[in-house]
C-alpha cells in the first residue's frame, strides 16, 4: 500500500511540472498578439498606472563595457511579456521606452522598477540634444543613500516640463535572475498602492514573528530540539523575505550593499536548520543511522559550496539547486519513516510538498523557465505560510505520541515503582541495621583517635620543650665561646664540634617535628627565587669532605639546560637532597656517589622531554641509568673501560678513581667538575658550551630531575617497601648503627609537597639509586632576595639611655645565657624565677624590656603578661616571649596574652639584638669584616719554561699527565732544580687545580 502511495505522488508531482511549463509557454505565445508592443507609453489625466513590459525594448551587453553613446544606436529587441523575465544573466541588460506626456493636471511622474534584488540601475532619462541625459546610478551593490526616494524599490522621478516625447534608458545588472517588473504612476497613486503592500508585508511578518515565539516557548518548556531547528527555520525564512523584498535594505542594513551575502546567509540559515529539523523530528539517528550520515554530510557540503560560490557568479544557482535537492531528500526520509509506521511523519509529509511546490515554481522563474507575475511572486510567501501551519500540526501530533509514550512509561514505572517500593522497605531495615552498628564502631575509633592525637601532640610539645630547653644552652654558650678570641685553635675547633652537634640534635629533633605536621595536614611550602647553582656548588662543598674522609668520589653533573635561577623551596630541597647523598656516602664503602639534575620543560623554545629523559645525549636520566656514557657509577668500575674503583691504588696507566681524580680523558671527577665536556658546577655558570639564560620568562614552568646514585651495598628487594615508613630501618640501616629512619620518609613527603615524588631502584651488592623530580617556576636573577649576613654586635653606640632589661627563665642556664649576651655590651640587667617575682622586679625597678619565658612554676608567662600588660604602666613595657614550643598555634596564644614578640629557643645571638633593636631603638657597633684576600696568581706555564728540562723527564712527565696519576707528577717536580723553583711552582699550582690537562697540552708540541 505504501510503495502504491508512494508512486501516486511522485506521479502527481512529475505531471504537476509539465503542467506547469506547458502553461508557461502557452502565456508567452498568447503574449506575443498583444497589441501594445514596441508603442510609446503616452501619459493621461484619465489613467495614473501605467505597465511598461510590452513598451520596452531590450538589448544584451555581454562586454557589459557599452555607455549609453554606444547603445543609443544600437538594435534593441522588443519585449513580449508583460513583466519581462530574462532569467540568470551575467551581461548587462539595457532597457528603453519611449513616453509622451499629453497630461495636463498630473504634473509628479514616477518610474518605479518594483524589484529589490538588481545589482546595479542607471538610469539615463533624455533632456535634449543639447543637454544631454539626466543619470542617475543605483542598485543594490551600491549604498542605499544613492537612491532618489528613500523606499525599497527602485524609484526616480520623470521630469516633465513641456507635451513632449522623450526616450529612457536603464542599465541593468543582477547575480539574480533578472525580472524587470517597470511602471509609471503618479506619486499619489504610488504612495497609496505602496501602503497597502506594506500593510500586507507587515501581516506577514507578523505571523512569523508569532510562529518564532510561539515554538520559542514550546523549545524552552519541553527542551525539544525540534523547536529549535523550526525556530531556526522561520527566522532565516523570513530573514530570507526581509532581503527578497528589500526591507532589509532599507531598514536594517542601509550601509552594507553586500546583499546576495546577507541572503545567501539567510539561504544556508533555512536550508542547514531545515535539515537539522529533519534529523530532529522524524529521530534519523535512532531509525535511519545511514540517512542521518548522510544529512549530516549533506549540512557540511552545504555550508561549504554556499560559502565557496558566495563571491562568485554561480552563487545563485548553486543556491537553487542546494534548495531542490535537499527538499527532494528530505521528502524521501519522510517517506520512509512514514513506511516505518512513525504517525507525525504524515503531516511532515504534507508541509513538506507545499514548500517544495513553492521552491520549484520559484527555482524555475529566477531562470527564467516561468513568466513573472502575481501568483508566481505570491506563491512562496503562501506555501511558506502553510507548510509552518502543517509543520506545526506535526510538531503537535509529535506531543501527542509523546504523552501517550510517557503515559504508558509512567504506568510501568509505577508498577516497577511498588516492587521497588517493598524491596527497599525490606533493604532499609537491613540498612539501618548496619548504619547503626557501624557508626558506633565509628564513634567508638573516633573517641580513641582523638584520644591517641591529643597524647600525641602533649608528648611531642612537651618533649620539644624539654629537649630544645637544653639545646637552647648548648648552642647559645657555643655561641658565646666562639666570639672569644682568646680562645687556642683547638678549643674553638672543640667548640665548633659542640655547635655543629647541637645543631644535629636540633636537626633530628626538627625531623620529629617535621613529620608530626606532614602527618597532620600543617605542613608548608615557603617557597622564594634562590640561584639553584650556588645551592649543588654548596653541597657539593659541605659533602665532599665527608665523602672524600671515606675514599669515596662525590660527583656533581647537571644538563645544559637546567635553569639556574627558581622559584621553590629552597630549605625543603635542599634537605631532601643532603638525606639522599648522606644515605649515599654512609652505605658505600667503595666507588662513589653521583648526583645527576636534569630538568623537563615545555616552552616553544625548549619541547616536552620524555618523562625520565634529557634532552642532550649526556643525560637520559632513566631508572637505573646513569647520566651518560661519561657515568656509569657502577660498584668498582669507573667510567672508563678498564678501570675499577679501588681505594686508593693505581692499575698502571688506567688510573682507579682515587680521591678526587677521573678514571680517563671522560671522567676528571674532580671537586666541582663534571665529566668532560659538560663543564665543572664552577660557581655562577652553566654545564655546558650553552650557558643556561640569565634572563627567563616569570612564568615559565620545568620540571627538574635528580638521580642520586652510590655504588653501595644497595637493597633487599623485601625490604624495599619499608624505605619510607617512618622510624622503620632495613637491614643495611640497622647494620651502620645510625640514623633514626626518619629521613626518607620526610624527604618523600617535601618532594610530594613540591609537586614530585621519589622512586628507588636497587639491587644488592650493585648500589642504588634514587630518583625524584620537583616542579619549580622559571625566575630571573632579578628576583633573589639578597639575605644579610649576620653581623657581630661588639658595643652599643655612645649617647644612648642606659636600658634596663628583666630576664624571667625556671632555669638558672637560660638566664645565664642571656646575661652573658648582654652583659658585656653593657645592658643593665636583672633576673628572675618565675612570674610572680618577675611582677614584683617590674613594679619597683620599670625594665624597659622583659624576656619572658613562657612555662615556670609558681606563675608562668601567660599571667605575669596578662597583669603587667593589664596596668597602663605596663604597656609601655616591651615583653618578648621565650619558649621552646615549635607549635604554630602557641604563638597566636601567646601574642594574644600581650607579649609584644615571639622567639623560640634555641635561638642564634643575632636574633635576640635584632629583636631588642626592633623594641627599643637601640643601636648597635659591629664588627668589621675584612675581605678574604686573594692568593697570588702565578704567570701562565707555557712551553719555553720546560724546555730547559732533559727529554727524558719531560717523557715521563707527559706520561704521568696522560694516565692522570698526580703521585708521580709530584715526584718528578721534586727532580727540578733549585735554579728553576719557578718552574715547579707553576707545575705544583696545576696539580694541586687539578688541570693535568693543561700540562698534557703543553708537553705535546715536544717530540719524544
Given at each position: 500500500m505504501?510503495?502504491?502511495?508512494?508512486?501516486?505522488l511522485l506521479?502527481?508531482?512529475m505531471?504537476s511540472?509539465?503542467l506547469?511549463?506547458?502553461?508557461s509557454?502557452?502565456?508567452?505565445?498568447?503574449?506575443q498578439n498583444?497589441?501594445?508592443i514596441?508603442?510609446p507609453v503616452?501619459?493621461?489625466?484619465?489613467?495614473?498606472?501605467?505597465?511598461l513590459?510590452?513598451?520596452?525594448?531590450?538589448?544584451?551587453?555581454?562586454t557589459?563595457e557599452?555607455?549609453?553613446?554606444?547603445?543609443?544606436?544600437?538594435?534593441?529587441?522588443?519585449s513580449?511579456q508583460?513583466?519581462p523575465?530574462?532569467g540568470?544573466?551575467?551581461?548587462?541588460i539595457?532597457?528603453?521606452?519611449?513616453?509622451?506626456?499629453?497630461?495636463?493636471?498630473?504634473?509628479?511622474?514616477?518610474?518605479?522598477l518594483?524589484?529589490?534584488?538588481?545589482?546595479?540601475?542607471?538610469?539615463?532619462?533624455?533632456?535634449?540634444?543639447?543637454?544631454?541625459?539626466?543619470?542617475?546610478?543605483?542598485?543594490r551593490?551600491?549604498?542605499?543613500s544613492?537612491?532618489?526616494?528613500n523606499?525599497?524599490?527602485?524609484?526616480?522621478?520623470l521630469p516633465?516640463t513641456e507635451?513632449?516625447?522623450?526616450?529612457?534608458y536603464l542599465?541593468?545588472?543582477?547575480?539574480?535572475?533578472l525580472?524587470i517588473?517597470?511602471?509609471?504612476?503618479?506619486?499619489?497613486?504610488?504612495?497609496?498602492?505602496?501602503?497597502?503592500?506594506?500593510?500586507?508585508?507587515?501581516?506577514a511578518?507578523?505571523?512569523?514573528?508569532?510562529?518564532i515565539?510561539?515554538?520559542?516557548?514550546?523549545?524552552?518548556?519541553?527542551?525539544?530540539?525540534s523547536?529549535?531547528?523550526?525556530?531556526?527555520?522561520?527566522?532565516?525564512?523570513?530573514?530570507?523575505?526581509l532581503?527578497?523584498d528589500?526591507?532589509?535594505?532599507?531598514?536594517?542594513?542601509?550601509?552594507?550593499?553586500n546583499?546576495?551575502?546577507?541572503?545567501?546567509?539567510?539561504?544556508?540559515?533555512?536550508?542547514?536548520?531545515?535539515?537539522?529539523f529533519?534529523?530532529?523530528f522524524l529521530?534519523?539517528?535512532?531509525?535511519?543511522p545511514?540517512?542521518?550520515?548522510?544529512?549530516f554530510i549533506?549540512?557540511?557540503?552545504?555550508?561549504?559550496v554556499?560559502?565557496?560560490?558566495?563571491?562568485?557568479?554561480?552563487n545563485n544557482?548553486?543556491?537553487?539547486?542546494?534548495?531542490?535537492?535537499?527538499?527532494?531528500?528530505?521528502?524521501?526520509?519522510a517517506?520512509?519513516?512514514?513506511?516505518?509506521?512513525?504517525?507525525?511523519s504524515?503531516?511532515?509529509l504534507l508541509?513538506?510538498?507545499s514548500?517544495?511546490l513553492?521552491?520549484?515554481i520559484r527555482?524555475?522563474?529566477?531562470?527564467?523557465?516561468?513568466p513573472?507575475g502575481?501568483?508566481v511572486?505570491?506563491?512562496?510567501?503562501?506555501?511558506?505560510?502553510?507548510?509552518?501551519?502543517?509543520?506545526?500540526f506535526?510538531?503537535?501530533?509529535?506531543?501527542?505520541l509523546?504523552?501517550d509514550e510517557?503515559?504508558?512509561?509512567?504506568?510501568?514505572?509505577l508498577?516497577?515503582?511498588?516492587?521497588n517500593?517493598?524491596l527497599i522497605?525490606?533493604?532499609?531495615?537491613?540498612?539501618?541495621?548496619k548504619?547503626?552498628?557501624?557508626?558506633?564502631?565509628?564513634?567508638?575509633?573516633?573517641?580513641k583517635a582523638?584520644?591517641?592525637?591529643?597524647?600525641?601532640?602533649?608528648?611531642?610539645?612537651?618533649?620539644?620543650?624539654?629537649l630544645?630547653?637544653?639545646?637552647?644552652?648548648?648552642l647559645?654558650?657555643?655561641?658565646?665561646m666562639?666570639?672569644s678570641p682568646?680562645?687556642?685553635?683547638?678549643?674553638?675547633e672543640?667548640?665548633t664540634i659542640?655547635?655543629?652537634?647541637?645543631?644535629?640534635?636540633?636537626?633530628?629533633?626538627?625531623?620529629?617535628?617535621?613529620?608530626?605536621?606532614?602527618?597532620?595536614?600543617?605542613?608548608?611550602?615557603n617557597?622564594?627565587t634562590?640561584d639553584?647553582?650556588?645551592l649543588l656548588?654548596e653541597?657539593?662543598?659541605?659533602l665532599?669532605?665527608t665523602?672524600?674522609?671515606?675514599?669515596?668520589?662525590?660527583?656533581?653533573?647537571?644538563?645544559d639546560?637546567?635553569?639556574r635561577?627558581?622559584?621553590t623551596?629552597?630549605t625543603?630541597l635542599?634537605?631532601?637532597?643532603?638525606?639522599?647523598?648522606?644515605?649515599g656516602i654512609k652505605?658505600t664503602?667503595?666507588?662513589?656517589?653521583?648526583?645527576?639534575?636534569?630538568?623537563?620543560?615545555?616552552s616553544p623554545?625548549?619541547?616536552?622531554?620524555?618523562?625520565g629523559k634529557?634532552?642532550?645525549?649526556?643525560?637520559p636520566?632513566?631508572r637505573?641509568e646513569?647520566s651518560?656514557?661519561?657515568?656509569?657509577l657502577?660498584?668498582g668500575e669507573?667510567?672508563g673501560k678498564?678501570?675499577?674503583?679501588?681505594?686508593?691504588?693505581?692499575?698502571?696507566?688506567?688510573?682507579?678513581?682515587?680521591r678526587g681524580?677521573s678514571s680517563?680523558k671522560?671522567?676528571?671527577?674532580?671537586r666541582?667538575k663534571?665529566?668532560?665536556?659538560?663543564?665543572?658546577?664552577?660557581?655562577?655558570?652553566?654545564?655546558?658550551k650553552?650557558?643556561?639564560?640569565?634572563r627567563?620568562?616569570?612564568?615559565?614552568?620545568?620540571t627538574?630531575?635528580?638521580?642520586?646514585r652510590?655504588t653501595?651495598?644497595?637493597?633487599a628487594?623485601a625490604?624495599?617497601?619499608?624505605?619510607?615508613?617512618?622510624?622503620?630501618?632495613?637491614e643495611?640501616?640497622?647494620?651502620?648503627?645510625?640514623?633514626?629512619?626518619?629521613?626518607?620518609?620526610?624527604?618523600?613527603?617535601?618532594v610530594?609537597l613540591?609537586?614530585g615524588?621519589?622512586?628507588?631502584?636497587?639491587q644488592?651488592?650493585?648500589?642504588?639509586?634514587?630518583?625524584?623530580?620537583i616542579?619549580v617556576?622559571?625566575?630571573?636573577?632579578?628576583?633573589?632576595e639578597?639575605?644579610?649576613?649576620?653581623?657581630?654586635?661588639?658595643?652599643?653606640?655612645p649617647?644612648?639611655?642606659r636600658?634596663?632589661?628583666l630576664?624571667?627563665?625556671?632555669?638558672?642556664t637560660?638566664?645565664?645565657?642571656?646575661?652573658?649576651?648582654?652583659q658585656?655590651?653593657g645592658?643593665?640587667?636583672k633576673?628572675a624565677?618565675?612570674?610572680?617575682q618577675?611582677i614584683?622586679?617590674?613594679?619597683?625597678?620599670?625594665?624597659?624590656?622583659?624576656?619572658?619565658d613562657?612555662?615556670m612554676?609558681?606563675?608562668d608567662?601567660?599571667?605575669?603578661?596578662?597583669?603587667?600588660k593589664?596596668t597602663?604602666?605596663?604597656?609601655?613595657?616591651a615583653?618578648?616571649?621565650?619558649?621552646?614550643?615549635?607549635l604554630?598555634?602557641?604563638?597566636?596564644?601567646i601574642?594574644s596574652a600581650?607579649?609584644?614578640?615571639?622567639?623560640?629557643?634555641?635561638?642564634?645571638e643575632?636574633?635576640?639584638?635584632?629583636t631588642m633593636?626592633?623594641?627599643l631603638?637601640?643601636?648597635y657597633?659591629?664588627?668589621?669584616?675584612?675581605?678574604?684576600?686573594t692568593?697570588t696568581?702565578l704567570?701562565?706555564?707555557?712551553?719555553?719554561?720546560?724546555?730547559k728540562?732533559p727529554?727524558?723527564?719531560?717523557e715521563?712527565l707527559?706520561?704521568?699527565?696522560k694516565a692522570?696519576?698526580d703521585?708521580?707528577?709530584?715526584?718528578?717536580?721534586?727532580?727540578?732544580?733549585?735554579?728553576q723553583?719557578l718552574?715547579?711552582?707553576?707545575?705544583?699550582?696545576?696539580?694541586?687545580?687539578?688541570q693535568l690537562k693543561?700540562?698534557?697540552q703543553?708537553?705535546?708540541?715536544?717530540?719524544?
Open positions: 505504501n510503495k502504491i502511495c508512494i508512486k501516486r506521479v502527481l508531482i505531471v511540472f509539465c506547469l511549463i506547458s502553461a509557454k502557452i502565456y508567452a505565445q498568447n503574449n498583444l497589441k501594445y514596441n508603442h503616452i501619459l493621461t489625466d484619465e489613467k495614473t498606472e501605467y505597465p513590459g510590452l513598451h520596452l525594448e531590450i538589448f544584451e551587453d555581454k557589459r557599452l555607455t549609453i553613446e554606444d547603445v543609443v544606436d544600437r538594435e534593441f529587441t522588443p513580449n508583460k513583466v523575465n530574462l540568470v544573466k551575467t551581461s548587462a539595457w532597457v528603453r521606452f519611449r513616453v509622451k506626456n499629453q497630461a495636463n493636471l498630473t504634473q509628479k511622474w514616477i518610474l518605479s518594483n524589484e529589490s534584488r538588481i545589482g546595479t540601475v542607471d538610469f539615463y532619462f533624455d533632456q535634449g540634444e543639447k543637454k544631454g541625459f539626466k543619470i542617475i546610478k543605483t542598485g551593490f551600491l549604498p542605499f544613492t537612491r532618489e526616494f523606499h525599497r524599490f527602485f524609484i526616480f522621478s516633465f507635451n513632449n516625447e522623450k526616450t529612457i542599465r541593468l545588472t543582477s547575480k539574480a535572475g525580472v517588473p517597470l511602471n509609471i504612476y503618479s506619486l499619489e497613486t504610488f504612495f497609496q498602492e505602496d501602503q497597502n503592500n506594506i500593510l500586507s508585508l507587515g501581516i511578518y507578523g505571523t512569523f514573528v508569532i510562529m515565539g510561539y515554538n520559542l516557548f514550546l523549545f524552552i518548556s519541553l527542551k525539544d530540539k523547536y529549535l531547528h523550526f525556530v531556526l527555520f522561520i527566522i532565516g525564512y523570513l530573514w530570507f523575505r532581503c527578497r528589500g526591507i532589509g535594505h532599507q531598514f536594517l542594513w542601509n550601509h552594507f550593499p546583499y546576495y551575502e546577507i541572503q545567501s546567509f539567510a539561504l544556508l540559515l533555512m536550508l542547514f536548520s531545515w535539515i537539522k529533519t534529523q530532529s529521530k534519523t539517528k535512532k531509525y535511519l545511514q540517512i542521518d550520515r548522510f544529512l549533506l549540512s557540511l557540503v552545504l555550508v561549504m554556499i560559502i565557496i560560490s558566495m563571491p562568485t557568479k554561480w544557482i548553486s543556491v537553487i539547486f542546494n534548495g531542490i535537492f535537499i527538499s527532494f531528500i528530505i521528502l524521501i526520509t517517506l520512509i519513516r512514514w513506511r516505518q509506521r512513525y504517525k507525525p504524515k503531516y511532515f508541509a513538506m510538498l514548500p517544495l513553492g521552491i520549484i527555482s524555475f522563474s529566477a531562470l527564467g523557465f516561468i513573472y502575481f501568483y511572486e505570491n506563491r512562496s510567501n503562501f506555501t511558506f505560510s502553510l507548510s509552518v501551519l502543517l509543520f506545526s506535526a510538531l503537535a501530533d509529535r506531543i501527542n509523546i504523552q510517557k503515559e504508558k512509561a509512567q504506568n510501568q514505572a508498577k516497577n515503582a511498588e516492587l517500593q517493598k522497605q525490606e533493604q532499609n531495615i537491613v540498612l539501618e541495621k548504619v547503626e552498628e557501624r557508626t558506633e564502631e565509628l564513634s567508638i575509633a573516633k573517641e582523638e584520644v591517641a592525637n591529643q597524647a600525641k601532640s602533649s608528648f611531642i610539645a612537651n618533649m620539644s620543650h624539654e630544645r630547653t637544653p639545646l637552647n644552652a648548648i647559645g654558650f657555643s655561641q658565646i666562639m666570639r682568646t680562645l687556642s685553635q683547638e678549643q674553638k672543640n667548640t659542640i655547635n655543629k652537634s647541637g645543631n644535629y640534635l636540633l636537626t633530628l629533633i626538627n625531623n620529629i617535628l617535621d613529620l608530626s605536621k606532614i602527618e597532620a595536614g600543617k605542613m608548608n611550602l617557597a622564594k634562590f639553584f647553582y650556588s656548588n653541597l657539593e662543598d659541605l665532599h669532605i665523602a672524600e674522609n671515606k675514599g669515596l668520589t662525590l660527583i656533581f653533573d647537571h644538563q639546560d637546567v635553569p635561577y627558581i622559584y623551596d629552597e625543603k635542599r634537605q631532601v637532597l643532603i638525606n639522599l647523598i648522606n644515605n652505605f664503602s667503595e666507588g662513589g656517589v653521583s648526583v645527576t639534575v636534569g630538568t623537563q620543560k615545555e623554545l625548549n619541547p616536552s622531554l620524555e618523562r634529557s634532552s642532550g645525549k649526556n643525560l636520566l632513566e637505573g646513569s651518560g656514557k661519561n657515568l656509569p657502577e660498584r669507573s667510567s678498564n678501570l675499577l674503583l679501588e681505594r686508593g691504588k693505581s692499575s698502571g696507566k688506567n688510573l682507579p678513581l682515587e681524580k680517563g671522560n671522567l676528571p671527577l674532580e666541582g663534571s665529566s668532560g665536556k659538560n663543564l665543572p658546577l664552577e660557581r655562577g655558570k652553566s654545564s655546558g650553552n650557558p643556561s639564560l640569565e627567563r620568562e616569570s612564568n615559565e614552568k620545568a627538574i630531575i635528580f638521580e642520586v652510590d653501595g651495598a644497595g637493597i628487594e625490604e624495599t617497601p619499608k624505605l619510607f615508613e617512618a622510624f622503620t630501618q632495613t643495611t640501616g640497622k647494620n651502620s648503627q645510625e640514623g633514626t629512619g626518619l629521613g626518607l620518609p620526610i624527604s618523600r613527603k617535601f610530594n613540591m609537586g615524588d621519589i622512586t628507588v631502584n636497587t644488592v651488592g650493585k648500589g642504588t639509586t634514587f630518583r625524584f623530580q616542579q617556576n622559571v625566575a630571573d636573577k632579578t628576583d633573589i639578597i639575605e644579610q649576613n649576620p653581623r657581630n654586635v661588639i658595643a652599643l653606640k649617647n644612648q639611655p636600658y634596663k632589661i630576664i624571667v627563665d625556671d632555669r638558672s637560660n638566664r645565664l645565657l642571656l646575661i652573658k649576651l648582654l658585656p655590651l645592658f643593665e640587667l633576673e624565677e618565675n612570674g610572680k618577675a614584683e622586679i617590674w613594679s619597683e625597678w620599670q625594665p624597659h624590656l622583659i624576656w619572658m613562657m612555662r612554676p609558681v606563675m608567662g601567660y599571667e605575669a603578661t596578662q597583669i603587667i593589664g597602663i604602666k605596663g604597656n609601655a613595657t615583653i618578648i616571649a621565650l619558649t621552646a614550643s615549635v604554630e598555634e602557641q604563638k597566636a596564644i601574642l600581650g607579649c609584644d614578640d615571639f622567639v623560640r629557643k634555641p635561638f642564634r643575632s636574633i635576640i639584638f635584632e633593636k626592633k623594641h631603638g637601640v643601636e657597633i659591629y664588627q668589621q669584616e675584612t675581605p678574604d684576600q692568593p696568581e704567570p701562565n706555564l707555557k712551553v719555553e719554561d720546560l724546555e728540562m727529554s727524558e723527564w719531560l715521563e707527559y706520561d704521568a699527565a692522570l696519576d703521585d708521580t707528577i709530584l715526584e718528578l717536580i721534586e727532580q727540578i732544580p733549585v735554579e723553583s718552574l715547579a711552582e707553576k707545575l705544583t699550582n696545576l696539580v694541586d687545580n687539578f693543561t700540562i698534557r703543553l708537553l705535546e708540541s715536544f717530540d719524544f
